[in-house]
C-alpha cells in the first residue's frame, strides 16, 4: 500500500505540471491573430494583398520582397495600409 501512494504522488504532480504547460502553450498561440498582409503600391496607389500570414507581435516584421506588409483598413480609405504587421 505505502508503495502504491509513493508512486501516485509523483505521477500526479507530473499530470497536473504538463496539463499546466499545455494549457500555457495553447493560450499564447491562440492570442496571435494571423492574418494576410497588404503592401502599398505607389503606382497604383493602392493597397495589394500578399499571400503572406503576418500578425501583431512583438516579432521581426512581416515583408514580401523586401517591403514591409501592414494591415488593410478599408474603412479609412480605399488605399489604407496603415498598421505594420510582423510575423506571426
Not at 65 to 83: I, K, W
Amino acid at each position: 500500500m505505502k508503495k502504491i501512494k509513493k508512486l501516485i504522488l509523483p505521477v500526479a504532480v507530473l499530470l497536473i505540471g504538463a496539463g499546466a504547460a499545455l494549457a500555457t502553450s495553447s493560450q499564447a498561440t491562440a492570442e496571435t491573430l494571423v492574418e494576410y498582409g497588404y503592401h502599398y503600391d505607389s503606382v497604383t496607389k493602392r493597397c495589394i494583398q500578399k499571400n503572406v500570414e503576418c500578425a501583431i507581435s512583438n516579432k521581426p516584421a512581416c515583408t514580401w520582397s523586401g517591403q514591409q506588409l501592414y494591415r488593410f483598413d478599408a474603412t479609412q480609405q480605399p488605399t489604407m495600409c496603415g498598421v505594420e504587421l510582423n510575423l506571426p
